[in-house]
């Protein structure tokens, strides 16, 4: 069919199987937003140009039964899916400072749709992970995301995919990071509420006669505002560097697969 032979139809299905699952997934590609046809038209096309990279020939791919095959394109929509689900935890972790920071502001009550995952977030959330988004692209984040997924090609084999336990634990690390990685984001904000906590509780001790509930509101989202605003240099330099960190440990995930 259109001159190509069965096993060079085996090996697009299992590239394109592989391919989708992580474009579903991965950040910037896998957007909710973002329509079915293109994810599918942009896995055809990345299967088309990945393709002649992909190591193996008609000899080196085993002969398997239909059933066989089939198993296997279930093994590589699942590695995709686990290799895309690591920088996923990164933007789930920024998501989590922006909820904390939110909560301790009083913008709990405030939330807002989020396009990407049609769920209610915080609005400081909604922000801390648009602001990434952007920090993440203008550091051609989602080119390393391509060369991540090009990388899987060459370590884990289109048939006979195994997933050792270092795969399970690394995460696991990555879902324990998630909480460290929202600490972080959170940290400006939640210093800022609580030397702000401290004056009030000051100053109420000095002047029983004012209203502290009344008072105290306003100037937590105003000095939670200022300082969201403040540290929009820090976040992009915090970003920075846990993108790198996850970056490598990425790599080193997928490097697992091979054993």
Known sequence: MFGLSEFE???????????????????????????????LG????????VMPLVPGS??????????????GLLQSLLA????????????????????ISGFQMGFGIVSVIDPASQNRISLIAQFDYLLAFLVFVSLDGHLYLLKGIVESFRVLPLLGAHFP???????????????????KIAAPVLVTILLTNVGLGILARTMP???????????????????????????????????????????????????
Request: charged share 10%; hydrophobic share 60%; glycine share 12%.
């Open 165 to 183: 336990g270092s795969i399970g634990r690394s995460l696991l690390v990555f879902s324990s990071r998630m909480f460290v990685i929202g600490a």
């Open 58 to 71: 008609a000899e080196t791919l085993p002969a398997v039964s239909l059933f066989g095959f089939a198993v």
């Open 209 to 259: 006669q004012m209203n502290i509930f009344l008072v105290g509101f306003p100037l937590q989202i105003g000095m939670g505002l200022i300082t969201l605003g403040l540290s929009v240099p820090v976040f992009a330099y915090v970003f920075e560097k846990l993108f790198h960190s996850m970056l490598q440990s990425w790599m080193q995930m997928i490097a697992a697969f091979g054993g």
């Open 80 to 99: 995709g899916l686990l290799i895309a689900f690591v920088p996923v935890l990164l933007f789930a972790g920024i998501q989590l400072g922006g909820e």
């Open 9 to 39: 139809i085996q090996k697009f299905l299992l590239i394109f199987v592989r391919l989708a699952g992580m474009l579903v997934v991965i950040p910037f590609f896998g957007e909710r937003g973002a329509p079915v046809p293109l994810k």
């Open 42 to 49: 942009l896995a055809f096309l990345l299967s088309v140009i």
